[in-house]
């Protein structure tokens, strides 16, 4: 199902194995193509793991693994031996100081599929619980006519890549293409588009400043902007410290330079890291292989737009909360220590970072202190690259702090979305909401977009609610066809409340429309446009069953480890039946 087919981002080899086809029937009877996919994972990983046993060294074993990709027809030799080069030292320090039980490796990867763990107790953790009591939650009251509203703008996954060269091959064997080193281009229609390209390409700098531009003079009068990370381009092969710190740099200069006097509050992406995705616990001191680096450099770059006490917890694990007006306190997780692809995911430190300790205790604080919460972060609790010991705890966390965590904002999907919280102990109780920003990069088959939300304004006893949002996205099929000569044209794709007809963004209203599109087709055609912006090709595609099963999934996961309610989905779609 589409739970597989979500994962667009593989990197270390074993994640790679998603991106092969599963689907022609097995020599095996009884096996499934999740069942091949853990055993090929298994295998590989036995490989690697004989060649470290035999002392070979990190580039002979990034030999093997790009020979490997080669073999298996997954991704080409330059990409996979670069990823490995890249990742090797932190492999070999994991393998040689036992951080790792290769058991379970393949079922954390490859969490979606099944795959067994062979000592689940060892990674499945669990922190301490609130020990004061859940106030008793109260209904959404929405403000009344003409209270006090706010505009904030929402930039996610801007994956800028200094090498974009208009012209240049589109169509390279690469895991990013349009790049002056991605090939000849051999068909005109390979050549790489003006202002971006649907294949897998990342944005070139002037359709940045493009978009930055544009926002500057339509938002001008946001209150704030989140940045929900992801500035580093998909180059995973052959990145740097050096080029992803230019890369921030940069781009916090810009934002800056349009939006003098806008706060910003950001979070780190996984691509921000150098190797890629890879987000060691602050346990780990060996500079060689540590994130210090990057938490010094996010600390320095964001210092001019938050509060000197931050910097230590930026520093220690790449997280803060600052109170930005009476009553609003926004909260910056690093979702990293989530992530599958982070190879320290996979060892054996618990709640790296502590962060959802300190989470827990930021929250139980501005309870107490009668404050509201916006969480923003890159990764959704509840995507299929979380590991599901992290989004469990998150999860309880929310349903514990319902009543003062008024909204979240995340990134990474590139897709424009939304999921549900739900409570644990009466699951038809919607509790929380989610907003997953749209991408600015277009990788892959996306127009650029980004958001911009109405939230509940500074008065008395403010629910700090998103109320509303719109997402703005260009075309780029019709931006290309004009190329230099004229610039993009940003438009409203939609508003929500519109659009979907909605009373308002409330937890209940938000279960209310997910369940109106299980049986509206209608409706549920406009969420499967807006989800990738009216992209030519994904709407000439179209959305099959297993295409609207796992968007309408997604929604209502914040668990990957219980898929329950995507298992009624397809049944109540089917019988109109009530969940
Ligand atoms: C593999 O990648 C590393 C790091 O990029 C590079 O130094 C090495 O030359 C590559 N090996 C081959 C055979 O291309
Ligand atoms: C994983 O197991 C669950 C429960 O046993 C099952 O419903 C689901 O279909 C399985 N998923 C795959 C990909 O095999
Ligand atoms: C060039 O691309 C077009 C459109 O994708 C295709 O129809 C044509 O066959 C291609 N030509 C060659 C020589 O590959
Ligand atoms: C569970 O929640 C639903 C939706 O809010 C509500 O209608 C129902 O009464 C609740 N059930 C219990 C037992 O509280
Ligand atoms: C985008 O522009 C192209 C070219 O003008 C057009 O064919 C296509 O219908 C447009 N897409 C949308 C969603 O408007």
Redesign the pocket.
């Known amino acids: 199902m589409s739970f597989v087919s979500q994962i667009q981002l593989p990197f270390l080899f074993l994640f790679l194995i998603c991106l092969l086809d599963f689907s022609a029937p097995s020599n095996v009877p009884g096996q499934s193509p999740a069942d091949r996919k853990c055993a090929l994972c298994n295998q590989l990983l036995e490989e690697v793991t004989e060649c470290l046993k035999n002392g070979m060294s990190d580039r002979e074993v990034s030999f093997l693994i790009g020979q490997k990709c080669e073999t298996l027809n997954i991704l080409n030799f330059k990409v996979c031996n670069g990823t490995a080069s890249i990742m090797m030292p932190t492999i070999r320090y994991m393998y040689t100081n036992s951080l790792v039980i290769q058991g379970n490796i393949c079922g954390i990867y490859l969490q979606a599929d099944n795959c067994s763990l062979s000592d689940p107790n060892n990674i499945n953790w669990k922190i301490a619980s609130s020990s004061i009591d859940k106030p008793v939650v109260t209904q959404f009251i929405p403000p009344s006519l003409g209270s006090p509203t706010m505009k904030v703008l929402h930039i996610a996954d801007l994956h800028w890549d200094p090498e974009y060269l208009a012209g240049s091959n589109a169509a390279c064997a690469d895991f990013l293409c349009c790049r002056a080193d991605s090939g000849d281009v051999v068909n005109a229609t390979d050549a790489a588009g003006y202002w971006g390209d649907y294949r897998k390409c990342d944005l070139p700098w002037h359709t940045i400043e493009k978009a930055i531009a544009h926002m500057a003079e339509k938002h001008s009068d946001s209150a704030y902007i989140i940045w929900t990370g992801d500035l580093v381009p998909h180059n995973v092969w052959s990145t740097s410290k050096e080029d992803n710190i230019y890369i921030m740099e940069r781009l916090m200069n810009l934002i800056q330079r349009y939006f003098p006097s806008t706060p910003l509050y950001a979070t780190l992406g996984n691509h921000e890291s150098h190797p890629t995705d890879t987000f060691a616990p602050p346990d780990i001191t060996d500079e060689a292989i540590n994130t210090a680096w990057l938490y010094d450099v996010a600390a320095r770059q964001w210092a001019r737009w938050l509060p000197d006490e931050v910097s230590s917890t930026i520093r220690y694990g790449g997280y803060y909360t600052t109170l930005i007006y009476p009553g609003l306190r926004v909260v910056s997780l690093n979702t990293n220590y989530c992530y599958t692809g982070n190879l320290w995911t996979l060892s054996k430190f618990q709640d790296p970072a502590s962060s959802l300790v300190w989470l827990n205790n930021v929250l139980q604080n501005a309870e107490k202190a009668g404050e509201k919460v916006h969480i923003v972060s890159h990764i959704p609790p509840g995507n299929n690259d979380c590991w599901s010991t992290f989004s469990r705890e998150f999860s309880k966390i929310i349903n514990r702090f319902e009543s003062t965590v008024a909204a979240q904002f995340y990134g990474h999907t590139h897709k424009d979305e939304f999921k549900i919280f739900y409570d644990l102990v009466n699951a038809s109780r919607p509790t929380n909401v989610a907003f997953m920003g749209p991408s600015l990069t277009t990788f892959t088959d996306l127009?650029p977009g980004y958001r911009v939300y109405t939230i509940d304004g500074r008065r008395p006893g403010s629910t700090w609610a998103v109320l509303d949002f719109t997402t703005w996205a260009i075309?780029?099929?019709?931006a290309n066809?004009l190329g230099s000569s004229e610039d993009p044209v940003w438009f409203e794709l939609y508003h929500a409340k519109k659009e979907y007809d909605l009373a308002d963004l409330s937890p209940d209203s938000m279960h209310k429309f997910f369940q109106r599109m299980l049986v509206d087709d209608v409706l549920f055609q406009k969420y499967f446009?807006n989800y990738y912006?009216?992209?030519?090709k994904k709407?000439a595609q179209g959305c099959d069953d297993d295409c609207r099963i796992g968007l309408l999934c997604f929604i209502v996961t914040t668990d990957i480890g219980d898929r329950s309610r995507c298992a009624q989905i397809a049944k109540q779609m089917f019988t109109h039946e009530e969940l």
Do not use: E, Q, S
Not at 533 to 536: H, L, N, P, V
């Open positions: 127009n075309n780029l099929t019709a066809l446009k912006r009216g992209a030519d709407m």
